[in-house]
T-cell receptor, first 114, second 113 residues
Framework: AQSVAQPEDQVNVAEGNPLTVKCTYS??????LFWYVQYPNRGLQFLLKYITGDNLVKGSYGFEAEFNKSQTSFHLKKPSALVSDSALYFC????????????WGAGTKLIIKP | EPEVTQTPSHQVTQMGQEVILRCVPI?????FYWYRQILGQKVEFLVSFYNNEISEKSEIFDDQFSVERPDGSNFTLKIRSTKLEDSAMYFC???????????FGPGTRLLVL
């Protein structure tokens, strides 16, 4: 069965420090991997995706993510956190070989403290 | 920048009533989706739609649900007889191609009383 795990409900980081939001996945075929961000009372905004190619993917707002096939992980990173990065972050996966739907992680609340 | 829009932003309805949630996908996109997020839970896939027919649907998408693209711009989700457990945020999304990024609307918060 396909699944996505975000092991941390919440991540707290001081402003200016690097941040990592973890994601691991399980699919039977080749994965498409995505990160979305949700601000309070807002929709899901696309941050970045991995389909193929370079394992390090760069996205919006200075975020990047590294695809690690052996560890089936796709952790979201940013070198220097901003208070405005505080939001709910979702990792999602699609099995390229089977279907259309996105399978979602439970979300990680990122809190950046000044 | 083109975006997905959804109306209404909030809807309150009585149990057993029909509701229609509306979405305007990005204009040149070909694939359309509905997801829902019950408060405090994961985002869940409901249905995908392409070429005027359902491509895939989840177990959640039972006979009470239907989707339609009534014209060239709108994409609707109908719940025929709402239940309390249908209360959720409903997100519409669209993508240009199947393998492309799905872009989401701001959501409709549905509350069934």
């Amino acid at each position: 069965a396909q699944s996505v795990a975000q092991p941390e409900d919440q991540v707290n980081v001081a402003e200016g420090n690097p941040l990592t939001v973890k994601c691991t996945y399980s699919v039977s075929g080749n994965p498409y991997l995505f990160w979305y961000v949700q601000y309070p009372n807002r929709g899901l905004q696309f941050l970045l995706k991995y389909i193929t190619g370079d394992n390090l993917v760069k996205g919006s707002y200075g975020f990047e993510a590294e695809f690690n096939k052996s560890q089936t992980s796709f952790h979201l990173k940013k070198p220097s956190a901003l208070v405005s990065d505080s939001a709910l972050y979702f990792c999602a996966v699609r099995d390229m070989d089977s279907n259309y739907q996105l399978i979602w992680g439970a979300g990680t609340k990122l809190i950046i403290k000044p | 920048e083109p975006e997905v829009t959804q109306t209404p932003s909030h809807q309150v309805t009585q149990m057993g009533q029909e509701v229609i949630l509306r979405c305007v996908p990005i204009s040149n996109h070909l694939y359309f989706y509905w997801y829902r997020q019950i408060l405090g839970q994961k985002v869940e896939f409901l249905v995908s739609f392409y070429n005027n027919e359902i491509s895939e649907k989840s177990e959640i998408f039972d006979d009470q649900f239907s989707v339609e693209r009534p014209d060239g711009s709108n994409f609707t989700l109908k719940i025929r007889s709402t239940k309390l457990e249908d209360s959720a945020m409903y997100f519409c999304a669209s993508s240009l191609l199947l393998q492309e990024t799905q872009y989401f609307g701001p959501g409709t918060r549905l509350l069934v009383l």
